[in-house]
């Protein structure tokens, strides 16, 4: 009868009055909701030191709060449970008045290991940036950013400079990739050799600073490519910076766009995310941003669900399938552009789009002007 009662008490009060019987609610109870709603710091540091690491896997709800009367206590919990895998059977996690956007990441990273959540919620949470000019600068070398001439003037430039490295790669039957100014290679060479290849491509222009990275793990543009014993691995990578922005729901834009926002953003996570475990983990991330921007959590889930049913992969949805992923990822990832497929059409249609209109390639004796050791099968 006892522990029956128990299930109308915060947990906060059950530690606090039954102190005495901590044995007994140790060992028997097994569903404590702790909401830490105007709790001292002085009680919240002796629950978290003394008790809470005790009962992790019995805890079913808890509510943390980041307030004028309980500052600091979310980062104060993370210091004393830095691992939410302990929480074996938690269902609810609620967050009040969260003001720290390195924090939330902090939080959602934690949240995979939560196998049973149900409801996350964010309440009263706002982000603040401030930026102060103290002095302007005058540009004096390079061009404009921004302008579309400045970008294809910097591929063109771009291009005769990297013409080593391509051939460099090629001869290795490695990977070269570049846009504008960040570059991906890969190499099986050592590291000295790998520098010294570095170090003559940056000696073929004093305009262009190489700042490499070399490592088993870089972040490439929006991406993390991670090597595993020559297995390339790909997820999502995001800023510092980044901020937890979507289309306001409220925002005065037709409806259509609203219901395509979760949509399209799962597209870009199944062909970002090579493997399940980061492609479910995105998604979580994905549907916390949504909830932050005041989407309707019925609202996500239909159009998560809708993504899944489009593209026949139902089963994602509530289990844990890699070869079901692993086909939606491929699918997803070569699945031919808007662009590819408006090109088609006016091939195929010369009355709708006559050849006149269409658009042309590139003047190949004019880049071979512009660019003398570009190889003549290049175009």
């Not at 919990?77 to 924090?103: C, D, G, V």
């Not at 061009?143 to 003037?153: H, N, P």
């Not at 399940?276 to 159009?303: A, K, Q, T």
């Not at 662009?339 to 390639?361: D, I």
Request: aromatic share 16%; glycine share 2%.
């Amino acid at each position: 009868m006892l522990l029956d009662l128990f299930d109308y008490f915060n947990g906060v009060d059950l530690l606090r009055i039954f102190y005495d019987f901590n044995s007994l609610l140790y060992k028997q109870y097994r569903s404590y909701r702790f909401n830490f709603n105007s709790i001292s710091k002085h009680n919240f540091d002796i629950i978290c030191s003394q008790h809470l690491s005790f009962i992790t896997d019995r805890i079913i709800s808890l509510s943390l709060f980041d307030n004028e009367n309980t500052s600091g206590q979310i980062n104060l919990f993370r210091f004393y449970i830095p691992s939410f895998s302990r929480f074996t059977q938690l269902r609810s996690l609620s967050i009040f008045h969260l003001h720290s956007h390195y924090t939330l990441m902090k939080v959602i990273d934690k949240c995979h290991y939560l196998n049973h959540l149900n409801y996350l919620n964010f309440y009263f949470c706002s982000f603040r940036f401030q930026y102060v000019i103290k002095q302007y600068y005058k540009q004096t070398r390079g061009g404009a950013m921004g302008s579309a001439f400045t970008q294809v003037y910097a591929n063109i430039y771009m291009l005769g400079w990297e013409q080593n490295l391509i051939e460099h790669q090629a001869s290795k039957n490695e990977i070269y990739g570049r846009y504008i100014d960040d570059i991906f290679m890969t190499t099986n060479e050592s590291y000295d050799v790998i520098t010294a290849v570095l170090q003559q491509a940056q000696k073929q222009d004093v305009n262009i600073k190489i700042n490499p990275t070399i490592s088993n793990s870089v972040n490439f543009l929006d991406i993390t490519i991670i090597n595993t014993n020559g297995q390339l691995t790909t997820s999502i990578y995001y800023k510092p910076t980044a901020d937890p922005y979507y289309l306001p729901y409220k925002s005065d834009h037709p409806h259509n766009i609203h219901r395509n926002i979760p949509y399209t953003a799962l597209v870009r996570a199944a062909r970002l995310c090579s493997n399940l475990h980061d492609f479910h983990r995105e998604r979580l991330r994905v549907h916390v941003f949504l909830l932050l921007n005041g989407y309707r959590p019925h609202f996500i889930s239909n159009h998560f669900q809708r993504f899944f049913q489009v593209n026949k992969a139902d089963i994602l949805y509530k289990y844990f399938d890699d070869n079901t992923y692993a086909k939606l990822h491929r699918q997803l990832l070569y699945q031919t552009s808007k662009r590819k497929l408006e090109e088609q059409a006016m091939k195929n249609e010369p009355v709708l789009f006559p050849p006149v209109l269409q658009q042309r390639s590139w003047n190949q004796r004019l880049i071979k002007y512009l660019i003398p050791n570009l190889p003549d099968d290049d175009p």
